[in-house]
């Protein structure tokens, strides 16, 4: 597996965080409700560290749940959440900001901060909440920005862009925190269909240059099918089949699985 190091970042890996190996994510009875209604039914799963996981189902099935609650976005009503042999939930205040810096997220709107330029979006956090070097921090986000081809974009401010290079810079700003996990929900939904295949070919650079974990929700299956070392079907609140995108995509068990794949692809 290749180390934490990205294409053209002026990174220097030996300051990178030590990298995990083994079990990163752990989910053990982890249930939410919103109302009367069970988002998640006491699910049980995990994640290996620099492995890639796609979460395909029908809307409304819990995968972008899981995403929220690794981003202490929500709150499990029951259940644990452990991350890099560390509880998410239940935790104290101090606990969840410490493994929180081990996650970064990609959203389906790009929440880039309006009024600054692209360069800052990109260095605020590494700065503020990480303490790194202003300098540092720069050098970095040049590199990263020039990884996801947006080398000219430093000053330009997110309405200059296109909905396609606003999602590259969010990706971007995501890198930036040096995170163990990322988490990408639905990162293309947002954009125009000519727009898509830019920024699905910069997260498959990622995938195959680094050795971040990587937990992904979508419906692009060609995409998943590409990065994915393991797929899993998601119904009603519960994973109801999981294994390899070979067998997934090609051989599926389940009749709902093979239902919904004809339906999206």
């Known amino acids: 597996m290749p180390t ?21 994510i752990r989910l053990e009875q982890v249930t939410k409700r919103f109302g009367s209604n069970t988002v998640l039914d006491h699910l049980d799963f995990s994640v290996d560290a620099g492995k890639h996981v796609t979460l395909i189902g029908p809307s409304g099935s819990g995968k972008t749940t899981i995403l929220r609650l690794l981003m202490t976005l929500l709150k499990p009503d029951e259940g644990t959440i452990t991350v890099d042999g560390q509880q998410l939930f239940p935790a104290s205040d101090k606990q969840v900001r410490e493994v929180r810096k081990k996650i970064g997220m990609v959203f389906q709107q790009f929440n880039l901060f309006p009024n600054m330029t692209v360069l800052r979006n990109i260095t605020e956090a590494p700065v503020t909440v990480l303490g790194m070097p202003k300098d540092e921090a720069v050098e970095r986000a040049k590199g990263l920005l020039d990884m996801v081809g947006l080398a000219d974009k430093c000053d330009a401010h997110p309405a200059q862009l296109s909905g396609g290079q606003q999602q590259r810079v969010a990706i971007a700003r995501a890198l930036a925190m040096r995170p163990q996990v990322l988490l990408l929900d639905e990162v293309t939904s947002a954009l125009d269909p000519e727009l898509v295949a830019g920024v699905l070919d910069v997260l498959r650079d990622i995938a195959r240059s680094t050795d971040i974990t990587m937990l992904c929700v979508t419906h692009e299956m060609n995409f998943a099918r590409d990065i994915s070392d393991q797929v899993l079907m998601f119904d009603s609140g519960r994973i109801i089949e999981a294994g390899p995108p070979e067998k997934i995509f090609s051989d599926p068990e389940l009749d709902r699985t093979r239902e919904f794949l004809s339906a999206v692809l």
């Open 4 to 24: 934490d190091t990205l294409p053209n970042s002026g990174t220097d890996p030996e300051k990178n965080p030590a990298r995990s190996t083994g079990e990163l």
